[in-house]
């Protein structure tokens, strides 16, 4: 389909807004009528993306106060097209006109000019900017309310690795992972981790470099047999959708990576029969998905996110009108990592497919009670 | 979309057949009316991925030859859609009744079992089956020479690693890289690597077990600006189409995953004015991706695949009706590995979503002179 | 969506072949899993669209027997996409080279050379043909076989007009209409018109000219609530669908046109108990869509078909190289009227509509037990 | 697909909003980067459908002021999504509370609450209201803009025919046509018919009943291969949309309904050079379009639009929870008629189509000059 800002077919959202424009908004299409949802059940996960809240992420302040301006009646779905929007308020454009010519390293500048030959909103990196995921947010925080409501499902993502420092939360329980990421600001729920994350973060941002990391998410009380062979695989649905994200370079599932160096007598989970008497493996090296289907296992998976490519040290770029290469500062606010911010928009962009997948499958009704 | 067997908008595939069943074919949608393809054209990629072509894969004897039903007239594609097909021969299917009860670990068939309440055709995995990739490179083998005629693009896909073993390119030309790759049984170009990884492909066999391991791909003379941003960035697109192939578990684009514990000053890639007086980047980290647009640089990722789930050697599983544990053991011939037949299927999805993302950008006319 | 060859999302189907090519077929996508459905199936309703049964088709022959390619297993829908396919084999291709330069009157010709700068497979139409409709019966036939067995649902389609001759069905009964339309050529319930109908064509056949007519349409046991606000009314989704039959040049639902010219009082239909109890109308002037929603009435239509093109008499064209005008007689093979074959193919295009609709409201599930 | 609040694939728009919630909006994804494009030429458009402004429309009063919200950036174009939107202003919802038991006859009342369990926005008939229009007036300006700069397209729909009385246009221009059509409130270019057509509609408002009517519509320059066969053929994708709209029961091309018993050599059009030297028709019975493509003539179609289901007279309908018949007065601020308001409604919806079709086409480039 060429539908390029809609992603979903059954619970899909279409987005739309610049970094620099008047607002950032989705249209979701699909929910199930009945469903109760209110601005509050989408502002608390906003706030998990909300810039200016550490001194972690960029110093640019927007409330980021969602409007639901259709599709929710008497604080329930109706089945009709939901919108939602928040208004921009704090852009500072004028910081972008110079790059015009001069692209910068790591950003869609050159590639976006010579598609669109200079039409783009540049400003704030227009279309292409971070802030687009606040829309990926509003739409994913109707989709956790959905699942959870529907079929108790939970979502739980967290800082893996950031700047190559690595947490181990090999001891953690399922309820001190869920508490404990969102207690700082690098959302690592390996405490001692997260501090020491936390410490490189203000290192870099003070030396005007930046970093990178992980973000692992697990989904939890996942019914069998979401996905739809052979092209809507919930790897598919799942590693398209998360890739949409500005600066994922890689997604791996369950062993991923590392499992492509086993063999399969090591690799293969087995199965057993679970404490509650359900079907279960013993391992979980599929990340809880076989032949593009949910098996029942959590869904296991682990994105890889590149150092923000905004740095304030002086680099060298081309001009692309004298094709001389220059000295270029990029000026601004920045976050010195997006990974910290990043959590909850892995988290939503998960809820949104797998609510897609779920009302595909018939997982879920199109009308709720 | 709901239409999970079908892949792309512009330039589309449907897919059906199973692995047991009486064919595997494809229907092209979206194929440029003018281009000049027959039968040898698709024949020649369709024979890199035969089985039972070597001793590193399945003793299974499928033919493979494929049958143009529709689309083409005077040895040009004519604007309609393209029927492509192969019969099946040579399946025995009795193998695979007493997996009804004791699924095979690794493989689909519990998951698909509930889903589709047994109605599946389980015979040889059916549609989870690695024979249905036979389709993806019919409809590959279009995509290839419309890219090639075209816009010159070539695609290079080799077997980076096998069973934990490393090819070593650095010192290989484009040209040899070409070459080598399908000189030898594992595609890997690395042609004293090749040797090795040949010997534990063989050893392996000879002990029932399996290997997993990485593709790598990369796409030359790339034009700058493919890619529909927001959610057909080319990683998003490339993603979905890779994760849709049997046994891939993860995917990286340029430096992915090694990259995100670097710092933005390293990972960055700079503009500089390349020896034809184009605009390039000294490096190529980004995977010749920015913004989800392509840089005009080599698209460059790398696969995971798992290692093979059919293994010969005994496994413990549940028998679902008694929700007892079982000793079972899989018959049949299998591969002992995927990775070497499905280096042309990463190359065949990889062109599928290039000419796909270039029709839909204007690149490719939709009637060629 | 740009697949201009599939129609329908969550039962879907991509068509394929061409007249004078090796064969038509479709593939469905999203037949839900356990339906019973074998060969003889499809073929009592193909029969019904042969050509060259009776004096008043073409006397082209085919033998038009399905195959079923995929999906289907123990004859029941295993959830996988269903190839059907039909072998072409009474072409007669030479007939058609003339027609390059000097385009047919009322056919596709002149456009689809432009548009494909005559790449296009012109062999009786190509693509073009009404020949394809069979890969809609084909298609029809399996979403008839679903409706009946699951919802109860009946489709009556009959020749109402032909060639200005109109029947009056007044006086018959459901029963009654469902016997009578097939029992003669022209496919008209009134008898004693079907008798004149047929003289008619006959006589015109004679002297080498064609006739149109209007085929009405009934759904009976239709559910509350099929469609999809706003753009998949039943409205919307029906006539796309109808007006990819060739030939179809109008549609209207309920009191279409005639009621045009009521006033709100006469034409709204008034709510009733039935004599089962049920909410019912007294008058059905909606034609069973109400805010492009079914009723629960019979949803009611009727399509308008233009004289068949093709005609046996002289007619003037432009020679399209030369520019000028120049006398033209079309030889070959033709139905004087389309009308009677095109009774099946509107009831199986409608029935496709109804299965995706019925599906996508969640009054079908995806596996039936 | 599913995306039922979506239309079109390369010039697509998703719409949203209720009759009585806070605004009507739509998305159009898909126009070109680099169109001229502002708010005032929007707003002249949705002028003409603006509600309040005459004695033969709803005396509900709405500003309808356009805002664009993204996708704009200097007055042009960018590539990216444009959201445009219409605030809610003088909503008057009380009324509509008494109708959740008693439906509405000729109103999507009953069939919605059914599907929607009574979770849907009832107000002012919620997602069924004719103010959704409003949405489809915004995108189709803008088709109208993009359709008129590249290719020189023009649309000229107008009133042929209300309450029964028909327009005579046989001596007007195209020229007459343009300026005579909106220069009165029934949108009639026959200006002593206007005149009845409004004397008429000022009596039934008087007695509170309303009236229905026909609307033609012409395309012209229409340059020759627009539509996608065989299932987005012309009048395919043009029907859908026109089925959108509310209260149209019936569409026919060309010569429609009174082809059907025309015959062959009658209805069929024979081609010539016309006086500017290019392949035309004589006659236009195809309305324009053969085999679903566009001939290069005028397309020509025809709307027929049942009497407003809104009446102010006594109705009788079926208490749901009793299953009594009851009286209604249904109160609240009527059009007498919808056809006057639904002229450019069909126009702008005609527009986004073909702004569709020439995309896909390759007639227009997806970056102006």
């Not at 329980?173 to 936390?198: G, I, W």
């Not at 692992?216 to 695989?233: H, R, T």
């Not at 682990?302 to 490519?309: D, E, L, M, Q, T």
Request: charged share 25%; net charge neutral; hydrophobic share 35%.
């Amino acid at each position: 389909m060429s539908l390029p800002n809609t992603i979903g077919s059954d619970f899909a959202f279409t987005c739309f807004g610049e970094s620099h424009g008047r607002c950032v908004g989705v249209v979701i299409d699909g929910c199930p009528a009945g469903l109760e949802i209110a601005e509050p059940d989408i502002q608390k996960i906003l706030d998990l993306r909300k810039p200016g809240q550490s001194i972690v992420t960029t110093q640019r302040f927007e409330e980021d106060r969602v409007e639901i301006l259709s599709g929710v009646f008497k604080k329930k779905s109706t089945g009709a097209p939901i919108c939602l929007i928040v208004w921009n308020s704090d852009q500072r454009s004028s910081d972008y006109e110079k790059f015009l010519n001069t692209p910068r390293p790591g950003h869609a500048d050159y590639p976006a000019f010579v598609k669109y030959s200079r039409n783009n909103d540049y400003r704030g990196g227009g279309r292409f900017s971070g802030r687009i995921t606040a829309g990926f947010v509003m739409a994913g925080a109707v989709a956790l309310k959905l699942l959870m409501d529907c079929l108790g499902m939970k979502f739980i993502a967290y800082t893996e690795e950031l700047g190559g420092i690595k947490a181990d939360v090999s001891d953690l329980s399922t309820e001190q992972l869920e508490r404990f990421r969102y207690s700082n600001e690098v959302r690592c729920p390996d405490l001692s981790t997260a501090e020491k994350m936390k410490e490189l973060v203000i290192r870099e941002r003070g030396s005007g470099d930046s970093l990178g990391g992980i973000v692992k998410c697990s989904v939890l009380n996942v019914p069998v047999g979401l996905g739809e062979p052979v092209f809507s695989s919930v790897e598919s649905d799942l590693s398209k959708a998360i890739f949409s994200i500005p600066a994922v370079k890689g997604i791996e599932f369950g062993s991923g990576f590392s499992g492509s160096n086993r063999r399969g007598s090591e690799n293969n989970d087995l199965y057993v029969k679970s404490s509650e008497g359900k079907v279960a493996t013993k391992t979980n090296n599929s990340g809880g998905i076989l032949g593009g289907l949910t098996t029942g296992m959590p869904v296991v998976f682990r994105v890889a996110f590149k150092p923000a490519s905004s740095i304030a040290t002086l680099q060298r770029t081309l001009n692309l009108s004298t094709m001389e290469e220059n000295d270029l500062i990029v000026p601004g606010r920045h976050d010195p990592t997006v990974v910290p911010r990043a959590v909850p928009v892995v988290e939503c962009m998960t809820a949104c497919v797998m609510a897609d997948l779920a009302i595909r499958g018939g997982f879920i009704r199109r009308v709720l009670a």
